[in-house]
């Protein structure tokens, strides 16, 4: 069954590679860092933050058809969703973060772009750039959730087969919390640290 751990790696790495969400705080920490910056400055977060989307989908999909086959392939149906607590909170947390995506892809982005192609000249007029903050703001907050959600994902993906005690797997998910809230509130340098 050597291809079965093949399709195993590539479902971890597809998920390793939805960390879009902590890259895209670090960006957007960065960018405040930044301070009140010229219009192509902010043209250039806001193109790396939005070619995040479509890369994200991608590792989402890949997550996705890796998972269930990962399921199917062992001869256990895709009843394992159900049978299995910790599949199904897996799966349905992954239809939370293509939902939360799709919500930033296709609803939040496009304002973004739309004032920001209202500047004209170096910097953005004030009552453009309050505008931009806000949905910024909500994008950001959107982030840090999606980046919890990741980790928890993670979290229990480490624990299909081999559980870890309801104290320990709280106490991981207290910390994926606060690992989030520390991201949304500052530029975190150092890693972990």
Known sequence: MEWYKVIKFLHVLAVVFMSAPLYNLIVVNERVRFGKAPLPVDRYFENIIRGNSTRCYVFQLTALVTGLVLITIPGDPLRALVT?????????????????????????????????????GETIPQEIAGQIALFRGRRKRLAAT??????????????????????????LILLAALFAWRVYRTPILYGWV
């Open 84 to 120: 299995n607590w910790v599949l199904l909170v897996k799966f349905l947390l992954l239809l939370v973060l293509m939902g939360l995506l799709s919500w930033v892809h296709f609803g939040i982005q496009p304002r973004i772009d739309g004032l920001l192609s209202q500047a004209q």
């Open 146 to 171: 999606c980046l919890f959600l990741v980790i928890v994902t993670i979290l229990l993906g480490a624990q299909v087969f081999s559980r870890f005690t309801p104290m320990v797997t709280v106490g």
